[in-house]
């Protein structure tokens, strides 16, 4: 199970991302590292359509920050024993009775991302990246109109290029259009 089967390392494909893996250090919900390196790896079909979306953005003058792309089972059942609520954190499957999947963290076809300016500075938001409030969905009124509108934008490109938004956080997006493949616990 660990073998790297359908996942790349994101920069091999197209270096003009912002990779900033919040579970490779410890400044996420967890407060712990979770991640070994800060190497982003995702989906090969999945990448493609990122790099499309990137394309939109960069030509719009913005880049795209990588908060999370490919995670390891292993790492899904860490969150899930520090967070044991399903609402927020799903809980890790279980690989011995799992058949069919979906898209996923778990086998890099889902990505958490935002928008940044030329120069890496990021674009206002919402909220900030995993912080479990009413703001963090697209659907709360109390959100001043300006940040709710830079992430409709990053939301209708990401939807033009075929990923599926998440309504309860609007960083995260499932690859809608390929055929869900096996999750894996390839460590990075």
């Known amino acids: 199970m ?11 494909m197209d270096d003009d991302f912002i990779i900033d893996l919040k579970y490779a250090g410890s400044d996420n919900f967890t407060g712990e590292k979770i991640y070994i390196s800060c190497e982003c790896y995702i989906d090969r079909n999945t990448a493609l359509l990122l790099i499309a979306a990137k394309n939109i953005f960069r030509d719009a003058g913005y880049r795209v920050k990588l908060w999370d792309a490919y995670r390891p089972i292993s790492a899904q059942k860490r969150f899930f ?3 044991p609520d399903n609402n927020f954190v799903a809980m890790p499957p279980d690989m011995s009775v799992l058949k069919s999947f979906r898209t996923s963290h778990m086998n890099g076809m889902c990505v958490d991302i935002t928008l940044t300016d030329m120069e890496g500075t990021e674009v206002p938001m919402p909220c900030g990246f995993d912080e479990f409030v ?3 969905s ?5 959100t001043p109109e300006k940040l709710r509108g830079n992430a409709n934008y990053m939301r209708s ?3 033009g290029c075929g990923f599926r938004p998440y309504d309860g956080e609007w960083w995260h997006f499932y690859d809608d259009t390929n055929e869900p493949v096996p999750y894996s616990d390839f460590r990075i």
Not at 2 to 12: A, C, P, Q, S, Y
Not at 138 to 142: F, I, N, T
């Open 157 to 159: 490109v990401m939807i």
């Open 134 to 136: 009413p703001a963090a």
């Open 2 to 12: 660990n073998t790297m089967g359908n996942l790349v390392k994101l920069l091999d």
């Open 138 to 142: 697209l659907s709360c009124e109390d």
């Open 81 to 83: 024993e520090i967070l």
